[in-house]
């Protein structure tokens, strides 16, 4: 079992800038793969990024490529979600998730492994 918990969430003007942790206990996260998601009110969970378990492989949604960025730090089984640029339409609570394996996954369920989310807001 891999405990996930998110943080760094708040408030931030457009333009600003965020970063959120995703603490990991329970398993070592270098065996798994990690997701980034959102989900805004009324709308479906959205792919924001991923990383393979190294850390040397990412890949990220059209919409945040760019501002972006995923790192991970397997020595303090922590991920995090570096977010500049920030724009209004990023408001969303924001997950992270893993799943053991040596790939990155975009796809909401073949992740096993789920934080509680952080709310962001971004006024404009």
């Known amino acids: 079992q891999v405990q996930l918990v998110e943080s760094g969430g708040g408030l931030v003007q457009a333009g600003g800038s965020l970063r959120l942790s995703c603490a990991a206990s329970?398993?070592?996260?270098?065996?798994?793969?990690m997701g980034w998601f959102r989900q805004a009110p009324g709308k479906e969970r959205e792919f924001i990024g991923t990383s393979d378990r190294s850390g040397s492989n990412t890949y990220y949604a059209d919409s945040v490529k760019g501002r972006f960025t995923i790192s991970r730090d397997n020595a303090k089984n922590t991920v995090y979600l570096q977010m500049n640029s920030l724009k209004p339409e990023d408001t969303a609570v924001y997950y992270c998730?893993?799943?053991?394996?040596?790939?990155?996954?975009?796809?909401?369920?073949?992740?096993?492994?789920w934080g509680q989310g952080t709310q962001v807001t971004v006024s404009s």
């Open positions: 998730a893993a799943v053991y394996g040596p790939g990155w996954y975009r796809r909401w369920d073949e992740y096993a492994y």
């Open positions: 329970g398993r070592t996260l270098s065996f798994y793969g």
